[in-house]
């Protein structure tokens, strides 16, 4: 194995190990400081915040927390302060956290909880500790909830081997049957097949090169169909890094390095069709410089090691996808929304620091969380009509870890 890829996997290994981590830290004891539970129809956002110094000092006197906030006139309904957060998922009703009660990272002798928060009050419904070695071994992975079904919330854990597991809310039980999300490697994107009852995970291995796989998994029997070879790698490029399923439960992967796209029947596990859906730009220097430098950076800064992966969202039809460029390849500062029939780039605009996060407010608005030069993360609006962006005094502070769109409520 020559000395670059010796380099080059040491540094995958360590990004490996971050995304097994917790990405926020410690906050106050849980409160809450509503002021008003959401109205029907509002366009609401849900941020994640967590406050931290680059040396790793906590803001004591202002944690993480969790707030929801209408974006279009400014105001603020309610906000949570949070523990040390590893993980959250939201269904139409409700906030599943998994926290750590204790304000510092790391610490083996507390018990994880897992909490509940209403998403119309802010209220916290319920906080349960987790035991057992799947949800309490932090040594083996941060237990993560990806999905919650009724009165059943999935958690994985990141490994390699067993890693999915049902707790069962009602009983606050996990179920002793484990299934893998990957047939091969580790899983990094998830996304739930309502008509298959289905989990579909995009799966990354580190071997001689890094590899992408995508496997189907029932959550029914455990049963896997994956498709192993993806073909989305190109020569100076990584494999694909995207996962997306439209609501009519069409499946996308993509590579936002080499600007590849392709469309997966998820019932055959099988590649429909595959296009560019933008020029990719000759770069400067080798890859394995940028590699091994920006993999360390990331395995250093764990609050931004998930931008490996593509940056996305999908828009409110299902018919259009927002990807921002990747800071492997000279293009971080790019966003690109690909019509997803024609599998082409309609728009690109220039994004005024490097994306964190995506999300279509509505038909016409794009959300942007991002960073520039400082440690700190903006939140702007997009008007895609125009390609103007605003930025907006976003309710939270520091890094802004998570952001959920919620309709309907």
């Given amino acids: 194995m020559t000395k670059p890829m010796r380099m080059f996997l040491g540094a995958a290994v360590l990004v490996a190990a971050v995304l097994s981590t917790p990405f926020w830290l410690p906050a106050a004891l849980a409160s809450n400081a509503g002021s008003r539970p959401l109205e029907a129809g509002e366009a609401t956002v849900l941020l994640w915040s967590n406050e931290w110094q680059p040396n790793g000092e906590t803001i004591m006197h202002n944690g993480p927390r969790l707030v929801a906030w209408q974006p279009g006139s400014g105001e603020l ?63 083996s992975g941060a237990p993560v909830p990806v999905l919650a079904l009724g009165d059943t919330l999935y958690f994985t854990n990141h490994r390699q081997g067993n890693n999915l597991a049902a707790y069962d809310l009602a009983t606050h039980t996990l179920d002793e049957a484990r299934y893998r999300l990957c047939e091969r490697g580790y899983p990094v ?58 609501p009519d439960e069409r499946v996308f992967v993509l590579n936002s390095g080499s600007y590849t796209i392709m469309e997966i029947d998820a019932e055959t596990m099988q590649a429909v069709r595959q296009a560019n859906y933008a020029e990719a730009k000759p770069q400067q220097g080798s890859l394995w410089e ?87 993360y903006q939140v702007a609006a997009l008007d895609l009509a125009s390609g103007e962006h605003n930025l907006l005094a976003a309710p939270a502070f520091g890094y802004l870890r998570e952001l959920f769109v919620l309709t309907g409520q």
């Fill in 77 to 139: 309904a309610w906000l949570l302060d949070t523990g040390y957060a590893y993980g959250g998922v939201v269904d139409g009703e409700r906030a599943y956290l998994v926290e750590d009660p204790v304000r510092k990272a790391y610490e083996p002798q507390a018990l994880l909880q897992l909490s509940i928060v209403d998403l119309r009050t802010g209220e916290r419904v319920s906080q349960t500790e987790l035991h057992g070695e799947f949800l309490a071994n932090l040594s």
């Fill in 290 to 376: 940028r590699a091994v430098t920006w993999l360390l950076e990331l395995a250093a800064r764990p609050t931004q090691a998930k931008m490996l992966f593509a940056v996305t969202a999908l828009s409110p039809d299902g018919s259009q996808l927002a990807v921002a460029g990747s800071p492997l390849h000279g293009n971080q500062r790019e966003l690109y929304v690909v019509d997803l029939d024609s599998l082409q780039a309609v728009q690109r605009v220039r994004m005024p620091g490097l994306a964190s996060q995506l999300a279509y407010l509505d038909a016409s608005t794009l959300l942007q969380v991002y960073g520039d030069n400082s440690p700190w």
């Fill in 189 to 246: 994107e998830f996304e739930y097949i309502a008509s298959q009852h289905a989990m579909l995970s995009l799966c990354i291995e580190f071997n001689s090169e890094m590899e992408a796989s995508l496997t189907r998994v029932s959550l029914a029997d455990g049963q896997q169909h994956s498709l192993l070879a993806l073909g989305l790698t190109v020569e100076d490029h990584y494999p694909a890094n995207g996962l997306v399923v439209t």
